[in-house]
C-alpha cells in the first residue's frame, strides 16, 4: 500500500498562485501515472492533471491548460501542482492520485488510480 499526503493548499485571491505537493510513501512502478484530481461542494470529482513517473510526460484538463503545472520529483517521490491565475471556479478539494498505468485512455479516470491522499483545501475569492 502506498500512502499520499497532500500539502500546499489554502486562500488565496483570484489572480494568484499555490504550489500544492504530494508525497508518497514508496515508489511505485515507473510505468504508472500520478494524477490531481478536485472536487468542487456539490459536484463529481473531476480530473486536472496528471505525470507519468518514467517520462514525465503530461496531461491536463482544459480548464486549466496554460495556468496549472504538474510535476515531479523522482528523489524525492512528490508530485507537484503549480497553480497560476487562479480563478474562484478554480475552489474545491484536491486530491492527488497514484497507481493507474499511464495511459490517455485511463488517467482522467478516478476508478483507474489505486491510492488516494486525503486532500488538500484550496479556495480562491473573487
Known amino acids: 500500500q502506498v500512502q499520499l499526503v497532500e500539502s500546499g493548499g489554502g486562500l488565496v485571491q483570484a489572480g494568484g498562485s499555490l504550489r500544492l505537493s504530494c508525497a508518497a510513501s514508496r515508489r511505485t512502478s515507473s510505468n504508472y501515472a500520478m494524477g490531481w484530481f478536485r472536487q468542487a461542494p456539490g459536484k463529481e470529482r473531476e480530473f486536472v492533471a496528471a505525470?507519468?513517473?518514467?517520462?514525465?510526460?503530461?496531461y491536463y484538463a482544459d480548464s486549466v491548460k496554460g495556468r496549472f503545472t504538474i510535476s515531479r520529483d523522482v528523489a524525492k517521490i512528490t508530485v507537484y501542482l503549480q497553480m497560476n491565475s487562479l480563478k474562484p471556479e478554480d475552489t474545491a478539494i484536491y486530491y492527488c492520485?497514484?497507481?493507474?498505468?499511464?495511459?490517455?485512455?485511463?488517467?482522467?479516470?478516478?476508478?483507474?488510480?489505486?491510492?488516494w491522499g486525503r486532500g488538500t483545501q484550496v479556495t480562491v475569492s473573487s
Open positions: 492520485a497514484g497507481g493507474a498505468p499511464w495511459s490517455v485512455a485511463v488517467i482522467t479516470t478516478t476508478t483507474k488510480y489505486e491510492y
Open positions: 505525470i507519468s513517473w518514467s517520462g514525465g510526460y503530461t
